[in-house]
């Protein structure tokens, strides 16, 4: 996954071809998650506020969904509509 140099990791977490880092930016003390999902080749970053971090860091699939952040994950609706529509 590539980074800005102007980030510092504060935390890295892998399990099941998922990579998830915590950020921070000194200059403006920015902080913001980046998941890379290596079976899929799907990435995105959500910012972060200090108070809610780390649990960005944890459930960051959740906070996308959240967001409404699109990561390429099909939802069991929208999978069942398409197998409708191929089926018609």
Known sequence: MQRSA??????????DGVAVSLL?????NRLKVAVCDTTTGTEFELDAHPEN???VFY?????????G??????TA?????STEALAA
């Open 24 to 28: 921070w930016k000194r200059e403006d």
């Open 69 to 74: 952040l699109d990561y390429g994950v099909e």
């Open 59 to 67: 459930h960051p699939f959740a906070y996308a969904a959240f967001c």
């Open 77 to 81: 609706a929208a999978s069942r509509a």
């Open 53 to 55: 971090a780390l649990d």
């Open 6 to 15: 102007t980030y510092r990791e504060l935390a890295e977490r892998t399990g």
